[in-house]
């Protein structure tokens, strides 16, 4: 299964931030905790260039914990400001503290001058990693349109915060080239990617796959059979029968298997995940950004 997906509302994603950037004092960039290497655009990142920015590992109630902490230590390391977050539930004070902080030297300059500064910020990522989300946690109201799915924000949109805050929510944006298909297929897992241009059966067998090598208990007890060594068509037929997916005749309902497959482990619903762990350093690689070292991932 290869992965190639950039239509032509990317460039035009593309293009908008870039004419948002200047306007700008901080960009928020937000990636799925769950798999933090893959859920980052290298793009993104060389567009942002020097600008203050802060980084979010979203979703983290459904990433592993304890290698959620050591991302952040990782990126920590590299001297990148940042936090996790669950956008879709609690209080979101601490996003609010960490752009408070990053504006605060731009914020003191204007107030040399007698001017209050409103501080910009930008709300970016890939697809479907819950930028609409956050704002309307921080704002308080459902302003940004939302949806699980890739695609719904389609232009930039100015939200006022407070008097002296604005927030842009704008369009996801993945990469024209998705060189790294390990890192393709796993934006496609979290939905970045839309479902109907991608082989939804091969995808779902990849993701229980990984998922099995990772933590096979909750992945069996949630789907009903008890092989870990099941997989391809196998595994999917395993589901089929555990679930109950089945049409007349008890044939496998693969289209529904596969569909439940993906949206379940969307919602967390397997069980807290990390698909990624910290890496190890190699050779940068296509996917990588000039300023910052992508290492070997798994």
Partial sequence: MVINWYPGHMAKA??????????CDVVIELCDARLPYSSRNPDLIRMI??????????KADLADANITHAWVERFRSQGVIVSTCTASKGSNKEVLRLIDDTAKEAVERAAQKGVRKTVRVMVAGVPNVGKSTLINALHGSGIAKTGDRPGVTKANQWVTITP?????????LLWPRLDDQVAAKRLCYIGSVKDDVVDLPMLAISLLEELLAIRPEPVMERFRFNDASLTGEALLEAVCKGRGFLLKGGVCDYDRCCQVVLDEFRAGKCGRFSLE??????????????????DEQT
Avoid: F, V, W
């Fill in 277 to 294: 762990t910290p890496p190890r350093k190699i050779a940068l690689t296509s996917k990588t950004a000039p300023e910052e070292n992508r």
């Fill in 14 to 23: 593309k293009r908008l931030l870039s004419d948002q950037l200047g306007r």
């Fill in 164 to 172: 002296y805050l604005q927030l842009l929510d704008s369009p996801g």
């Fill in 49 to 58: 260039g020097n600008k203050k920015r802060i980084l979010l590992l979203n």
